[in-house]
């Protein structure tokens, strides 16, 4: 499902001595994988998968020529397909996660969020009712949900081809947000919680993002935010990635409950 995508890009990047590269694209694309779920360090990579150097010049490469995000709206387009629904959502959700940020990561794009205690960067989400992630944000943790809103708005917009026409959000987005949806021909609706309800209590369609955010988490890379350079965002990308090739394949590992009885 990946390899015409990642075939084009070594077409269009043609060695001038003709060489092909010395390690084979699909286990690039592993090594990528492993340490986005593992969440270990490129120099602890298994001898079998290609070197770190290796590794980590094709994720910037595809980090900043967008192939990341290529290869990721490919499959988010089959996986909508697949549930009879067309390529490009009319309603996503938005919501932002803090995240502690790892030592060494740059002051300057970092900060402090004082409503959820946590010292670090800010990820905002906009998915479709699937939990299908149609854009990502990084934000220092400092930043107003209202600036991770309308970043969001204007990249859903952008990259659906105008076909989002509603937006839900929590209580965190205000009145800015809903003004800058309007512009863009998105009617932004704050979903209000019930006074009456105590700790966590799913919320109709919102919920969704509140379930991507847990699955992306299992991802051990997404635990935290190491990344000093700007790649958080292409780590929530390559997320995805592996999810949704999962789901497309059938390849789902079985729960722990399921994987002991089929032991006994």
Same mark, same amino acid.
């Given at each position: 499902?990946?390899?015409?995508?990642?075939?084009?890009?070594?077409?269009?990047?043609?060695?001038?001595?003709?060489?092909?590269?010395?390690?084979?694209?699909?286990?690039?694309?592993?090594?990528?994988?492993?340490?986005?779920?593992?969440?270990?360090?490129?120099?602890?990579?298994?001898?079998?998968?290609?070197? %770190?150097?290796? !590794?980590?010049?094709?994720?910037?490469?595809?980090?900043?020529?967008?192939?990341?995000?290529?290869?990721?709206?490919?499959?988010?387009?089959?996986?909508?397909?697949? =549930?009879?629904?067309?390529?490009?959502?009319?309603?996503?959700?938005?919501?932002?996660?803090?995240?502690?940020?790892?030592?060494?990561?740059?002051?300057?794009?970092?900060?402090?969020?004082? =409503?959820?205690?946590?010292?670090?960067?800010?990820?905002?989400?906009?998915?479709?009712?699937?939990?299908?992630?149609?854009?990502?944000?990084?934000?220092?943790?400092?930043?107003?949900?209202?600036?991770?809103?309308?970043?969001?708005?204007?990249?859903?917009?952008?990259?659906?081809?105008?076909?989002?026409? %509603? =937006?839900?959000?929590?209580?965190?987005? %205000?009145?800015?947000?809903?003004?800058?949806?309007?512009?863009?021909?998105?009617?932004?609706?704050?979903?209000?919680?019930?006074?009456?309800?105590?700790?966590?209590?799913?919320?109709?369609?919102?919920?969704?993002?509140?379930?991507?955010?847990?699955?992306?988490?299992?991802?051990?890379?997404?635990?935290?935010?190491?990344?000093?350079?700007?790649?958080?965002?292409?780590?929530?990308?390559?997320?995805?990635?592996?999810?949704? !090739?999962?789901?497309?394949?059938?390849?789902?590992?079985? !729960?722990?409950?399921?994987?002991?009885?089929?032991?006994?």
């Amino acid at each position: 499902m990946i390899e015409p995508v990642i075939t084009a890009w070594k077409d269009r990047h043609r060695s001038v001595s003709g060489h092909q590269g010395a390690y084979d694209m699909r286990e690039i694309v592993n090594a990528i994988s492993y340490q986005g779920w593992t969440g270990c360090q490129r120099a602890c990579l298994p001898h079998d998968l290609p070197p %770190k150097s290796a !590794t980590y010049y094709y994720f910037a490469i595809w980090r900043d020529d967008g192939t990341d995000q290529v290869i990721h709206e490919r499959l988010r387009c089959q996986v909508r397909e697949r =549930a009879r629904r067309l390529e490009d959502p009319t309603l996503v959700v938005l919501d932002t996660q803090s995240v502690h940020a790892a030592a060494g990561v740059p002051a300057s794009t970092s900060g402090h969020d004082p =409503a959820k205690r946590v010292p670090g960067r800010k990820r905002g989400l906009a998915v479709d009712v699937l939990g299908l992630v149609i854009t990502v944000v990084v934000l220092a943790a400092n930043t107003h949900d209202n600036t991770a809103g309308i970043l969001l708005l204007d990249q859903a917009a952008e990259h659906a081809d105008g076909s989002v026409r %509603k =937006a839900l959000a929590d209580q965190g987005f %205000k009145n800015q947000v809903v003004l800058h949806g309007a512009g863009l021909g998105i009617d932004v609706e704050i979903v209000q919680r019930n006074p009456q309800d105590k700790g966590f209590v799913p919320q109709p369609k919102r919920w969704r993002v509140e379930q991507t955010y847990g699955i992306l988490i299992l991802h051990r890379r997404l635990v935290r935010n190491y990344e000093h350079r700007p790649s958080s965002a292409s780590r929530v990308y390559w997320a995805m990635t592996h999810i949704m !090739t999962r789901r497309l394949t059938g390849a789902n590992a079985p !729960t722990w409950p399921a994987a002991q009885a089929v032991t006994a």
